[in-house]
């Protein structure tokens, strides 16, 4: 079946670049069971899902002279074999080098004459773990109608619920004539509509029954986002390379809750402050100059929902939206309480009827929606300048409860955000089963000390809870 991308997804098609290739990442940690995860079982598991994902068999086909946007068409050649791929690190691998792996692998672009996802299947690593980590252009996931690989493959229980049997039989590609044709046809008899393609993805983003009233609720925050001028200086914006490093921090979750009511705030005020005491610290130790009015710009995503421990059901299950959210982190305030004071007050001023993006299907499917919203909030941010911010933080609320793949207990899950234009350093934040799940993607050449920050992220939340004892 031949569907034509929709405008924001055809930007972010085009947005890339080879030193800023346009995914979502999710790593996976899981205990290696006794009889192993076979790479055969993990083929057997995605296929098996796959009509739940369908773009997961297509591929991308531009139209000469880029008349129209490219279309999705089913790939005939498609090779599952292609796309889940085996790897293994040096028996007892560590850590360290799995996150060099992850942030080798996360540096390639995806191929885009086939499908546009990668799954690798890890192995050899230390203390009878094993690693999944995946790979999707986020032209792929919309978080409405086309969802992340990693929310469908993910169960509330060990043993695999029943699927029916998959008879896929690819549609006929169209030739380039064929889609030349179309597009002309498209020009003739619906002009509009081809003049309204080439409007920006931030009208075109809005697909919901109140796309009126949305489209208006934006260009008021965009007015805002603009009345707020560029984002400060700062060393995390300079060119981006096409190296990376990745790092991961783990924090109890209860701390963040711990705080939260000690101050009645949210706990992604927490997690903003957090991540602001270790900015502050680690550019001190760079020698950068720290004022008590130095101030880093986030955007930082909210998935709305409407009681933060509402987690209890499964995953996703009180979201309603994901909403832009840009917010001043205060690193020039040596106290980790004033900070926090600040970020929650900007917290409370911020207008979250102004949605980008509806979750509302999300909250309705199974499975472990974490790496959806985590692609929703990424579309979020980019449909701002990045002029407008110094960095992307992420953090989506996941199940509470243990979580299998192939019937796997999954023990960690992180994040692996894309670097965006001249951002060197992008944070993905995932609550899962009681903890807070860093995943930190930097840029090699301008963060070489990116193993710093999970170190600096203790000492800014052990600040809170000394303070709030």
Not at 348 to 368: Q, Y
Not at 394 to 417: D, W
Request: charged share 20%; with cysteine.
């Amino acid at each position: 079946m031949v569907t034509r991308l929709s405008a924001s997804d055809a930007s972010f098609y085009h947005l890339e670049d080879s030193a800023t290739p346009m995914y979502v990442g999710t790593l996976s940690i899981l205990r290696k069971p006794r009889t192993g995860l076979s790479y055969e079982t993990l083929l057997a598991t995605v296929e098996q899902r796959l009509p739940q994902i369908p773009r997961y068999r297509q591929k991308v086909r531009e139209v000469t002279l880029g008349l129209a946007r490219p279309v999705w068409v089913d790939d005939r050649d498609f090779d599952i074999t292609y796309h889940i791929r085996r790897s293994a690190l040096p028996s007892p691998g560590s850590d360290a080098q799995l996150h060099e792996l992850i942030a080798r692998l996360g540096s390639r672009p995806l191929d885009k004459s086939r499908p546009l996802w990668e799954m690798y299947l890890i192995e050899g690593l230390a203390r009878n773990r094993i690693a999944i980590y995946t790979k999707t252009h986020q032209a792929l996931v919309n978080g409405m109608t086309a969802l992340e690989v990693g929310h469908v493959v993910a169960d509330r229980t060990q043993k695999s619920p029943e699927f029916g049997e998959d008879i896929w039989i690819p549609a006929r590609e169209p030739s380039d004539r064929q889609l030349f044709l179309g597009a002309v046809g498209e020009w003739v008899t619906r002009p509009a509509e081809r003049l309204g393609s080439v409007r920006s993805a931030v009208t075109e983003v809005t697909t919901n029954a109140g796309q009126l009233v949305e489209v208006g609720r934006r260009f008021v925050d965009v007015a805002r986002t603009f009345a707020r001028g560029t984002a400060p200086n700062s060393p995390l914006n300079a060119t981006v390379s096409r190296n990376r490093r990745f790092a991961v921090a783990g924090h109890r979750l209860e701390d963040y809750r711990l705080v939260r009511g000690r101050y009645d705030c949210d706990v992604n005020d927490v997690v903003l402050a957090v991540v602001a005491g270790a900015l502050r610290n680690w550019l001190m130790s760079r020698g950068e100059p720290v004022t008590a009015m130095t101030t880093v710009r986030a955007m930082a995503p909210m998935s709305v929902y409407p009681d933060a421990d509402l987690d209890t059901t499964g995953p996703g299950q009180a979201i309603s939206e994901v909403s832009p959210f840009l917010v001043d982190l205060p690193v020039g305030e040596g106290n980790a309480v004033v900070r926090l004071s600040q970020i929650a007050h900007a917290t409370e001023s911020h207008p979250t009827a102004a949605s980008l993006v509806d979750a509302r299907t999300i909250v309705t499917l199974s499975g472990f929606a974490p790496p959806t919203l985590h692609a929703m909030g990424i579309r979020v941010a980019t449909s701002f300048s990045a002029r407008q911010f110094n960095l992307l933080i992420t953090n989506v609320p996941g199940a509470q409860k243990q979580m299998f793949i192939a019937g796997t207990k999954l023990l960690e899950t992180y994040s692996v955000p894309p670097l965006l234009n001249n951002q060197v350093l992008a944070i993905g934040v995932t609550s899962y089963n009681g903890v807070l799940y860093f995943g930190i993607n930097a840029d090699r050449d301008a963060m070489s000390d990116v193993d710093v920050l999970p170190s600096l992220m203790r000492e800014s939340l052990d600040e809170l809870l000394e303070a709030a004892q």
